[in-house]
């Protein structure tokens, strides 16, 4: 019986399961809606697949792909500062072998459930293996486990699924979360090494 990352990743803590349903878009709330939120993904897409590019470019595209016709200046200001944040952490490479963006993941989890879900971003150089997730919600003010705790339990689990397929290995496994808001990175404690 599958169940979704991010469901699990809500419901862990209150005790509950969901099942993950039929496959549909993943919910991007953020600071303006899903559909901005789908926009900033997506062009973050467009300039990862083709880095002559330029974010207000990558936005006016993925806008006219999504439907997007408000908040353009907002969704322009967050592809840039997330793309900065991508450069300055050497994640600004168009996918192959070594990057992915929407990297599906599944694995065996609790009482013969199946957890399914995508990470925004998979990485590997540098000896580490590099899991984010985007996020268009307001930056939290205090650390980001205390702000949004299931997005931190998200990222995590992506980590978990990582481990589990063998993919970590003896690299040094980042879980985060990039706030386009303020175009920061926020990394969260990795799950354990076992597994």
Do not use: N
Not at 110 to 122: F, S, W
Request: negative net charge; hydrophobic residues 40%.
């Amino acid at each position: 019986r599958p169940v979704s990352v991010s469901g699990e990743a809500r419901t862990e803590r209150a005790g509950a399961r969901e099942d993950a349903g039929p496959a549909a878009l993943k919910p991007r709330e953020g600071r303006y809606g899903s559909l901005f939120g789908s926009t900033v993904h997506h062009a973050l897409g467009l300039l990862l697949r083709d880095p002559a590019l330029d974010p207000a470019e990558a936005v006016r595209t993925a806008a006219q792909r999504t439907g997007l016709a408000e908040h353009l200046d907002e969704a322009r200001a967050d592809v840039s500062r997330a793309w900065q944040a991508l450069r300055a952490e050497g994640l600004a490479r168009p996918p192959g072998p070594d990057l992915q963006m929407e990297y599906p993941l599944a694995g065996a989890w609790e009482q013969g459930t199946l957890l399914a879900g995508y990470a925004d971003l998979v990485s590997v150089a540098d000896g580490r293996l590099d899991v984010l997730d985007f996020k268009t919600d307001a930056p939290p003010a205090a650390s980001v486990e205390a702000a949004y705790p299931e997005y931190a339990s998200q990222v995590r689990l992506y980590g978990v699924l990582l481990r589990a397929a063998g993919l970590v290995g003896g690299r040094r496994l980042r879980c985060g979360l990039l706030f386009t808001a303020d175009g920061t990175i926020r990394w969260v404690e990795p799950p354990e090494q076992a597994g």
